[in-house]
């Protein structure tokens, strides 16, 4: 029996279930797919003639299926070497980037879900590029497997904040959760594992009612409707005060705390006057408020100086909950929050 790398999708990407059932149909036990499964997501061996306790018959017949979904074209290193943005291309030649960040022992994996986005964040880089295709379970955790082998020391943390929307491609994205954090694979902490939404507020309904344990973060921007209907046009379809209900519900439901990500824009949300109010707004909610200045690209937007940031985290120094303020890295590569894009064919 002959096999096709037209007849079967790439390994990466396949649930223990799946592969399970490709050993089956190529005439092998049931266990040999878990033993495939342990190859490539615990070992991250991606070489079939390594696959050593596989026989050597399955072994011939695996061999013309792929196992990476992606191919990587490109890398750009930040000049403090402690941060690498990477171009990926699918099988149809669109292409996506994917950031490694190496903070103290911290290294963290910025995950792309979409080739482009359709949210339209208008400060956004990604957003100018628009919709052009959901990435695959396989193709999002691809990213995450080839940049562990490039990476010197362990990824510790896995954010899905690349290019697109998450929760608009949300069974991709909670798959490809769910495979980084399957204790006979990967088996990465559900608490090392972040996914940020732009307020898709149905999808933070779902993800609330299925009870994932992953870390969920919302991009806040603004503190009230108008303000962030300016640079979100999602509002229109997620108002403001529903999305803070949502978030609110979302923690009282999983019991766990809920990031709210605020991008800083110079004379859109940076006044002292917003800082005050977001400590009246989310005070009620178990929270943490992460501050980022904004990472500038060809576009209208500035970055609030120095000052103006300080004057507005000393306000905050009043909130009863945790503020942190994110520098982004690799602004220099266009690797910052925002500034993710690329050409498509």
Partial sequence: ?????????????????????????????????????????SKQIDDYAKMSNLSIDLREKLKDIPIHPLKLVNKDTSNSKDTQKYLFKVNNGNTIESVLMKEGKRITVCLSTQVGCAVDCDFCATAKMGFVQNLTSGEIIDQFLQLQKISPTRITNVVFMGMG?????????????????????????????????????????????EGHSYKLAVSLNATNENQRLKTMPITRANPFLDLIDASKNYTIRSRKKITFEYVMLLNINDNPKDAKVLINLLSSINCKLNIIPYNEIDGPYKRPDKERIEDFLNILEKAPFPVTIRWSKGQGIDAGCGQLATTTN
Avoid: V
């Fill in 165 to 209: 929307e998450p929760f608009l491609n949300y069974n991709n994205t909670m798959e490809a959760a769910d495979l980084l954090h399957h204790p006979n694979g990967i088996n990465m902490g559900a608490w090392r594992i972040t996914i940020s939404t732009s307020g898709i507020i149905r999808k933070i309904n779902q993800y609330a009612k």
């Fill in 1 to 41: 029996m002959e096999s096709s790398s037209k007849q079967f999708k790439p390994l990466i990407g396949q649930s223990l279930k799946n592969l399970e059932s490709l050993a089956e149909s190529l005439g092998s036990e049931k266990f040999r797919g878990r033993q495939l499964f342990d190859w490539i997501y």
